[in-house]
Every structure is written in structure tokens, then in C-alpha cells.
């Protein structure tokens, strides 16, 4: 037997090996966090008495959940351990979140923190809203902002009944991105791959959306001009506005309403279908 064979079976004999190990742990309801040297989580709660009127929100991985908090007092619940803490203070008149990563050599299996953080605040208009997140979901509802930026490496985006009266930046790595009901001045949105889902979602100025891959699902939505971009994917819904449209498909189906005079909408794909139809 050649010396390159007798390395494959050893190889072969130690993957089976695993398999059955880790079949056996699974049958006695094994957990990996007995063999992770990832320290557990626990619930931990800021409270935040000062008054202020922007937030700026950067955590590595965490979902995130902003709700309206039932007092007059900011809630802030997140979950840390002995890697992973969070630095919640007010500066002037912003309310600063950062999470503190302790970079320990860690060994072991590690599957993530499933717990879900929590921003209670106590209004629902702010100024200036800045967020970002490397990996993890960000939802809120019924809020109001001067101008939102915010960046999530991977995650979903969920945003229902807001209002933001200036610009509104949302730059996602990967990740679905529902929208409803939401108004803003001019909204600028990247994805590199994901679906958009939009509902009423309503621009006073411009709205441009890129995405590299994924479907753009519109339903009632408006802007004073459109550009929306995809390499690949599927642009279809309704819109309120008489466009005059610019279309350029390089592999697909085009169906568009006729040209009008309320603005311009540009859409470029490089493969998929463009179906749009005027909101009745």
C-alpha cells in the first residue's frame, strides 16, 4: 500500500471516528456549551435617567429591538459575559451604546448568543439616529427621527410606521430588509444580497436602491425620482407617480407603465424581470 493511500484511510478513519462520537453525544442530549470555553451569558439591564435627543448604537453581533419604554427612563437589556460588555452612557445630548469586546483566545465551540437585546426610550421623536451592527436583526416601529443612518454587516432590517424628515441611509452587507409604512426625505439604500420588501414607503426627494442580489418587491410606493439597481433579481410592484421611465435589462422581461411627467425612474438589471404597474 502507497504511503499517500495509507494517509487517506487514516483520514477516513478519523472522520467516521467523529461522526460516531458526536452521534453518541447527540443521543445522550449532549450539549456543545459543556465543551465551549465560551463564558454563558447573562441578562444585564442600563438604566438611563439623562435626557438627550440623538442615539448612536454600534455592537458587533446582536439583534437589536427598539420598543418605547413605559416611563419616563431609557431600558437598555443586552446579554454579556466575560468577553463581550457594553458601554451606555449620554454625552451632551446623545445617548452612546458601544459594545466592549475583550478579544480572549477562546477554544472550543462557539454558536452564538441567541438572546435578543432591547433599547426602550422614552419618546418617539429623536434627531439624529446612528446604528451599526456587524452581524444580527434590527427592528423598531412607530418612531421619528431628523435623519437615520444605519449599517448591519448581516441581519435583517424590519422598520414599520416611522417618519423621518430628513435623509434615510441603510447600507446592509447581506440580509431581508422589510419596510412599511415609513416616509422620509430622500432615501439611499445598498444591499449586497438580500430582498426588499416595501410597503408605502414614501420619498419627499430621491430614492435610490442598489442591490447586487435579490428581489425589490414595491407596493404603493413613491419618490420624487427612482433609481433602482440589482445585478440579479426581480424588481416588481406598484408605485403612486407617472414616471417617465429609463429601463436597461440586460437578461429579462420588461412591463412598465406608460411614460408620465411626475419624475424619472431608472432601473438597471443585469439578470431578472422588471414588472411595475401603476397603484390603482
Known amino acids: 500500500?502507497?504511503?499517500?493511500?495509507?494517509?487517506?484511510?487514516?483520514?477516513?478513519?478519523?472522520?467516521?471516528?467523529?461522526?460516531?462520537?458526536?452521534?453518541?453525544?447527540?443521543?445522550?442530549?449532549?450539549?456543545?456549551?459543556?465543551?465551549?470555553?465560551?463564558?454563558?451569558?447573562e441578562e444585564k439591564t442600563y438604566d438611563v435617567t439623562e435626557n438627550f435627543d440623538n442615539i448612536d448604537l454600534s455592537v458587533g453581533s446582536a439583534d437589536i429591538e427598539i420598543l418605547l419604554s413605559d416611563d419616563d427612563d431609557t431600558?437598555?437589556?443586552?446579554?454579556?459575559?466575560?468577553?463581550?460588555?457594553?458601554n451606555v452612557t449620554v454625552e451632551g445630548d446623545t445617548l452612546i451604546i458601544k459594545e466592549k469586546q475583550l478579544n480572549k483566545l477562546q477554544i472550543g465551540f462557539y454558536f452564538g448568543n441567541e438572546n435578543k437585546s432591547k433599547l426602550?426610550?422614552?419618546?418617539?421623536?429623536?434627531?439624529?439616529?446612528?446604528?451599526?451592527?456587524?452581524?444580527?436583526?434590527?427592528?423598531?416601529?412607530?418612531?421619528?427621527?431628523?435623519?437615520?443612518?444605519?449599517?448591519?454587516?448581516?441581519?435583517?432590517?424590519?422598520?414599520?410606521?416611522?417618519?423621518?424628515?430628513?435623509?434615510?441611509?441603510?447600507?446592509i452587507g447581506s440580509g431581508k430588509v422589510i419596510i412599511e409604512n415609513f416616509t422620509c426625505d430622500n432615501g439611499s439604500f445598498k444591499?449586497?444580497?438580500?430582498?426588499?420588501?416595501?410597503?408605502?414607503?414614501?420619498?419627499?426627494?430621491?430614492?435610490?436602491?442598489?442591490?447586487?442580489?435579490?428581489?425589490?418587491e414595491m407596493d404603493k410606493c413613491d419618490a420624487d425620482n427612482m433609481?433602482?439597481?440589482?445585478?440579479?433579481?426581480?424588481?416588481?410592484?406598484?408605485?403612486?407617480?407617472?414616471?417617465?421611465?429609463?429601463?436597461?435589462?440586460a437578461?429579462?422581461?420588461?412591463?412598465?407603465?406608460?411614460n408620465g411627467n411626475d419624475g424619472t425612474c431608472k432601473i438597471k438589471v443585469g439578470s431578472g424581470d422588471v414588472r411595475i404597474e401603476l397603484a390603482k
Open 1 to 41: 500500500m502507497s504511503k499517500k493511500a495509507s494517509v487517506y484511510i487514516a483520514l477516513g478513519l478519523i472522520i467516521i471516528g467523529l461522526g460516531i462520537a458526536f452521534t453518541g453525544m447527540s443521543m445522550k442530549s449532549f450539549s456543545f456549551d459543556s465543551i465551549s470555553s465560551e463564558p454563558p451569558y
Open 227 to 249: 433609481s433602482i439597481s440589482a445585478s440579479s433579481g426581480t424588481i416588481e410592484g406598484t408605485v403612486l407617480s407617472k414616471f417617465d421611465y429609463e429601463i436597461s435589462v
Open 251 to 258: 437578461s429579462g422581461d420588461t412591463n412598465v407603465p406608460d
Open 75 to 86: 431600558h437598555f437589556i443586552c446579554y454579556e459575559n466575560d468577553n463581550k460588555t457594553y
Open 120 to 171: 426602550y426610550l422614552p419618546k418617539d421623536e429623536y434627531d439624529e439616529f446612528i446604528i451599526n451592527v456587524g452581524s444580527g436583526d434590527l427592528a423598531f416601529d412607530i418612531f421619528s427621527f431628523a435623519s437615520v443612518n444605519a449599517k448591519v454587516g448581516s441581519g435583517s432590517i424590519t422598520i414599520r410606521n416611522c417618519d423621518v424628515s430628513g435623509d434615510a441611509c441603510f447600507d
Open 191 to 216: 444591499a449586497g444580497s438580500g430582498d426588499y420588501e416595501l410597503t408605502n414607503m414614501i420619498c419627499s426627494g430621491n430614492l435610490d436602491l442598489e442591490v447586487s442580489s435579490g428581489d425589490v
